[in-house]
Each structure stands twice: as structure tokens, then as C-alpha cells.
């Protein structure tokens, strides 16, 4: 019920979360930490979670936020502030 009535405000005002999300992320004058952060967690709303990845010699579980970290070779605690 809480959602719903959340939703009657937000439509009563006009407000449109992921769409400012998103334009917050897509500004370039805006922190990278912050466009980062909001990138991932707009990815949740288009992409799969991946749980785990399986290397040759060990089991190693990482979250898409982690992925996404470690390929634009930042570190999660940089974003734990």
C-alpha cells in the first residue's frame, strides 16, 4: 500500500525517479562517484545480476556492482564514503 501511495505523489508532482537518475548520470559535470554510482544502480533496472564467476581454480562471487567496479578499475570502498 506504501508503494502505491509513493507512486500517487511522485505522478502528483511530476517527479520521475529514473528518468533524474538518469540525466544526473548522463551529466558530465556531475562527480564521476556519483554518475557511478547511479549507472549501477540504473544497470539493475536493465541487466540480470550476475551471481557468480567460476575461474579454472577457484569459485569467486561478485556482484554486478563489483563487475562493473573492477572493469572501470575502481575499488567498492572508494563508494562505502
Known amino acids: 500500500m506504501m508503494e502505491k501511495d509513493a507512486q500517487s505523489i511522485l505522478q502528483t508532482m511530476g517527479c520521475e525517479p529514473l528518468r533524474?537518475?538518469?540525466?544526473?548520470?548522463?551529466?558530465r559535470s556531475v562527480d564521476v562517484?556519483?554518475?557511478?554510482?547511479?549507472?549501477?544502480?540504473?544497470?539493475?533496472?536493465v541487466y540480470a545480476k550476475k551471481k557468480t564467476?567460476?575461474?579454472a581454480d577457484e569459485?569467486?562471487?561478485?556482484s554486478y556492482?563489483?563487475?562493473l567496479l573492477?572493469?572501470?578499475?575502481?575499488e567498492m570502498s572508494e563508494f562505502d564514503e
Open 20 to 27: 533524474g537518475m538518469a540525466e544526473i548520470a548522463d551529466d
Open 33 to 45: 562517484k556519483l554518475r557511478a554510482k547511479l549507472y549501477m544502480e540504473l544497470a539493475q533496472y
Open 53 to 55: 564467476e567460476a575461474t
Open 59 to 62: 569459485h569467486v562471487e561478485e
Open 65 to 67: 556492482e563489483e563487475r
Open 70 to 74: 573492477k572493469i572501470r578499475g575502481l
